[in-house]
């Protein structure tokens, strides 16, 4: 799986009541929520994401609330990968349960900046940042995982046979 993409960069212990604020969880609609995404942290990220961007963060990116929505209007809002310093726990799963592609690198996380182009393949646990020229090694996931990523989601996974 490859993904290359504009960055949007936050710090560290972003929580999902920051990602997708409780007041809007009276809604099921995922564009509706969409539009809510990180409003607390970034008013502008709405108006900045473009389908296909990067979100980069720092340490315990998702803590807080159990709650799946923050790793859905994250993807429903565009970003197609996730690179952090670490991820709560929690969230980390909920991320690969819904198809979110996520990626823990430290080094990467600390060094990619805000508008960066950012590349990655997560076969092969590399992340190229195309604006500087950086390369970065990173554990890929086991091909199980890949495979539930790009069904998008566990369910779909289940859904149509393919693990």
Known sequence: MNFQGKVLKYGDNVDTDVIIPARYLNTIDKKELATHCMEDIDKDFVNKVQAGDIMVAGFNFGCGSSREHAPIVIKESGISLVIAKSFARIFYRNAINIGLAI?????????????????????????????????????????????IITNGGLVESIRNGSI
Do not use: H, M
């Not at 690198?105 to 992340?127: K, Q, S």
């Open 103 to 147: 990626l823990e690198c430290p080094e990467a996380a600390e060094e990619i900046a805000e508008g960066d182009v950012v590349e990655a393949d997560l076969d092969a646990g590399v992340i190229y940042n195309r604006t500087s020229g950086k390369q970065y090694a990173t554990q890929p996931f086991p091909p199980f995982i890949q495979k």
